[in-house]
């Protein structure tokens, strides 16, 4: 069966010839569409994808003008994806894009496709970031009465039949909560693998390089959980 995966890009110029080169030896052979979406980045990125994305079939660009947001530009590479498999990786290099093959190995193990969601577990993290990690773990799973571990965790994968079902979905980073947790709440069986984390090749992280960053993307996760928490008493 066809994936998709999509790779938001938000200033990762200095990435893209070894992500591209890295998808092309994890994917050749493979029926896997790589989705670069181009999230209103301000540096070159347009000129280096100009100059290096005719050497690669499989991959499709998405253009947006304006940065709204992570999950903004995720939403919008799953919109023009064409996989029956679908989902989502970072660009900065800090997982293997090749992880992907290993996911999708569930997809092709199971009778019906469209009732799991698999979803990568970080090992070889900082030791501040995995107890960030807990804490949000385990104050999600409280509000949400529900076990969430590692939600931000990639790759994300999932059937296409489930990206349609997801109503009002977030724009920022908290599309990682919200994909997990519809996954529970519709009781999708998930099923997670370990994936190495890296530390970055290039750049700095755009949320994650101070407490302060950190701070405002708990605040804003904190702001969502209560919504998404609402929500789901509200049509309960």
Known sequence: MKASLVIPCYNESKSLPELLKSCQRSFYGKDIEVVIVDNGSTDNT???????????SFVTLVKIEKNIGYGNGILQGLHSASGEILGWTHADLQTNPGDVVKGLTFFEEVEDPKKIFVKGG?????????????GMALFESLLMKTWMW??????????????????????????DLFSYFMAKKKDLAINRFSVLFSDRLHGTSHWNISL?????????????????????????
Do not use: M
């Not at 970080?122 to 807990?134: A, E, Q, S, Y």
């Not at 999932?158 to 977030?170: A, C, G, L, M």
């Not at 302060?212 to 309960?236: D, E, M, P």
């Open 122 to 134: 970080r090992f070889g993290r900082p030791i501040l970031d995995i107890f960030f990690t807990i």
């Open 150 to 175: 590692d939600i931000n965790a990639q790759p994300t994968l999932f059937h296409r039949s489930f990206f349609k079902s997801w109503i009002e979905p977030p724009d920022d980073f908290s599309l």
């Open 212 to 236: 302060s960053g950190k701070y405002k993307f708990i605040k804003r996760t904190l702001q969502y959980s209560f919504l998404l928490s609402r929500k789901v008493k509200n049509n309960a």
């Open 46 to 56: 347009q000129d280096i994808l100009s100059d290096l994305l005719h050497q690669y």
